[in-house]
């Protein structure tokens, strides 16, 4: 394997863990959220509550989970940088599908930041923060930001 394939195949076990994380999140479902996390991983979210511990993160993932029906997350990934031999920032921008609407709430988008290590051998997430999108003051950055992730949605058809 080359030094490009390598990285390739980093970049691509760094993207899996942001594509779990989102689909957890997606099925409502704590454990699965979390299940890429460290035993000592950190969540910010976007109101920026802190979360630290793998098992918190799924009991409060989980709580949310119980108290209402949450939006379900788009994402795409913008870059993913090595820092180190083992450690890697993925950065991705997202935004959220209300429950029983088709198209998403711009009041609601984000910046991802992914913070991953390999421990024994595995990639494992340390710190996932979630940071409001809004642009203040700059409404086309935040509208082309929301037709950017409009174009990640399923293709509606009929009428």
Known sequence: ??????SKTIDNEILTLYQEILEGWNRHNGAAMAASFADDAEVVGFD?????GRQAIISEMDRIFASHETAAYVGKVRRV???AEDA???RAVAGMVPPGQNDINPAVNTI???????????WRVLLF?????????RPELAEALTNELRQLLPVRTGG
Do not use: N
């Not at 394997?1 to 390598?6: E, G, L, P, R």
């Not at 991802?112 to 595995?122: F, I, K, N, P």
């Not at 923060?129 to 003051?137: D, E, K, N, Y």
């Open 88 to 90: 890697a920032l993925l």
């Open 112 to 122: 991802h930041s992914v913070v991953a290590a390999r421990r024994e051998g595995r």
């Open 48 to 52: 920026g509550s802190q979360i630290l």
């Open 81 to 83: 940088v090595r820092l």
């Open 1 to 6: 394997m080359t030094a490009a394939d390598s």
């Open 129 to 137: 923060q979630s940071t409001p999108a809004q642009f203040h003051g």
